[in-house]
């Protein structure tokens, strides 16, 4: 039957390098907790993430045997998996990482995403939660509804959360006061070198 469900992306690669560059991909999300990569392969890797960290809350023989059999530094990995990674998201039943979209990093413009993981000290939403705050009590105005449902999906499994939530709002409050002197303007890269002209 044509145009049946497909399983994954190829990643226009063949099945061997798609496997190391998954592998590689969830390695460094799992030793870094963030990764900024392009739209496509965060959600590949996603799914792999989600598998690995499961194998992780279970830490048993057999979940540590596929562990150790799918990542490049098993023993690094399976260490922070089955310690503090199991220990933020023992609660958890699921939706351990996040893809948020960015705008195209590249000149190609290939649609860019951060693939990161939840509850942690690089958990995106969180942090940009508490900008909103910070930004609306600076103006003087009320929580609107659409905040407060995402002030609800940071605290919900984070332990001390709202602690950790008012500290960050004190923190963009006083980098507000300070306003932007010393901030560096961060220049893109160019990923193709130019050309120099034949004559």
Same mark, same amino acid.
């Given at each position: 039957?044509?145009?049946?469900?497909? *399983?994954?992306?190829?990643?226009?690669?063949?099945?061997?390098?798609? !496997? %190391?560059?998954?592998?590689?991909?969830?390695?460094?999300? =799992?030793?870094?907790?963030?990764?900024?990569? /392009?739209?496509?392969?965060?959600?590949?890797?996603?799914?792999?993430?989600? *598998?690995? =960290?499961?194998?992780?809350?279970? %830490?048993?023989?057999?979940? !540590?045997?596929? /562990? +150790?059999?799918?990542?490049?530094?098993?023993?690094?990995?399976?260490?922070?998996?089955?310690?503090?990674?199991?220990?933020? &998201?023992?609660?958890?039943?699921?939706? &351990?990482?996040?893809?948020?979209?960015?705008?195209?990093?590249?000149?190609?413009?290939?649609?860019? %995403?951060? +693939?990161?993981?939840?509850?942690?000290?690089? #958990?995106?939403?969180?942090? +940009? @939660?508490?900008?909103? =705050?910070?930004? +609306?009590?600076?103006?003087?105005?009320? =929580?609107? #509804?659409? @905040?407060?449902?995402?002030?609800?999906?940071? /605290?919900?499994?984070?332990?001390?959360?709202?602690? #950790?939530?008012?500290?960050?709002?004190?923190?963009?409050?006083r980098l507000a006061d300070e306003g932007d002197e010393g901030v560096t303007e961060i220049e893109k890269k160019k990923? &193709?070198?130019?050309?120099?002209?034949? !004559?």
């Amino acid at each position: 039957m044509a145009g049946g469900l497909v *399983k994954h992306r190829a990643l226009q690669r063949k099945s061997s390098h798609r !496997r %190391a560059l998954l592998r590689n991909l969830v390695g460094s999300l =799992i030793e870094h907790e963030s990764i900024s990569t /392009t739209w496509p392969k965060a959600k590949e890797a996603q799914k792999l993430a989600e *598998k690995m =960290i499961t194998h992780g809350k279970k %830490a048993t023989e057999a979940s !540590r045997r596929e /562990t +150790l059999k799918f990542f490049f530094k098993p023993q690094e990995m399976w260490a922070k998996l089955s310690g503090p990674l199991r220990q933020r &998201y023992m609660d958890r039943p699921g939706g &351990y990482t996040r893809v948020l979209r960015i705008e195209p990093m590249k000149e190609d413009q290939a649609p860019s %995403a951060i +693939l990161e993981l939840v509850d942690g000290p690089k #958990d995106m939403r969180f942090a +940009l @939660t508490a900008k909103t =705050i910070a930004n +609306l009590r600076e103006r003087g105005h009320e =929580i609107n #509804d659409m @905040t407060a449902a995402n002030i609800q999906k940071v /605290t919900r499994f984070r332990p001390d959360a709202e602690n #950790d939530l008012e500290r960050m709002i004190a923190q963009f409050e006083r980098l507000a006061d300070e306003g932007d002197e010393g901030v560096t303007e961060i220049e893109k890269k160019k990923v &193709y070198p130019m050309q120099q002209k034949s !004559r």
